[in-house]
């Protein structure tokens, strides 16, 4: 494992994706100081309905279900992470 792959681990696990304090820009941002590059970020969510008996509506949650992060290594080749959340 490179310092740069150690370093988007340790990034990832800290982040708390069930508050809204988080975004993609801020992944960016965050990302661009530490490994001197703006890296991919795809987010897939997963989309789930509940039905809430009290309203009688259904409601439609979204979740993160997984990062994945396009970066240039040491070596200057790409490499992909792909992080499943939850």
Known sequence: MSIKENLIREYIQSVDFRSDN?????FKEDMRKFLGEEPGIDV???KDVILNEFKGEA????KVEKIAIV???LDDKFKKL????D
């Open 22 to 26: 988080w975004g993609v820009s801020k």
């Open 44 to 46: 897939i969510y997963k």
């Open 59 to 62: 409601e439609e949650i979204k």
């Open 71 to 73: 970066f240039t290594d």
């Open 82 to 85: 792909e992080f499943l959340i």
